[in-house]
């Protein structure tokens, strides 16, 4: 298994991007997906998770109405638009999957400043 997010960088508060994540070495239109991100001097938090196909999406109290989830599986890749960000969104960004244990990507960074 193998996950590769990118799409990261610094953006000033208010502002969008829109991470995405390629995966390879598993059936990826069978499983569902998930958002990560983790601050500084703070524990890892789910974001988003997106079902197999795409029908069905659940979000983080705090980003809800801010970001999107949603999956292209003729691509196997995941994406997370990001729309009015805060600085309290800057983390790391990791996508994740399960498949007997949970699999990570190497993360892209998350930088909402002025």
């Known amino acids: 298994v193998l996950l590769v997010e990118s799409g990261g960088g610094l953006v000033q508060p208010g502002g969008s991007l829109r991470l995405s994540c390629v995966a390879s070495g598993f059936t990826f239109s069978s499983y569902a997906m998930r958002w990560y991100r983790q601050a500084p001097g703070k524990e890892r938090e789910l974001v988003a998770t997106i079902d197999s196909v795409g029908g069905n999406t659940n979000y983080l109290d705090s980003v809800k109405g801010r970001f999107t989830i949603s999956r292209d599986n003729t691509k196997n890749a995941v994406y997370l638009q990001m729309n009015s960000l805060k600085p309290e969104d800057t983390a790391v960004y990791y996508c994740?999957?399960?498949?007997?244990?949970?699999?990570w990507g190497q993360g892209t960074q998350v930088t909402v400043s002025s």
């Open positions: 994740s999957m399960l498949m007997v244990r949970r699999y």
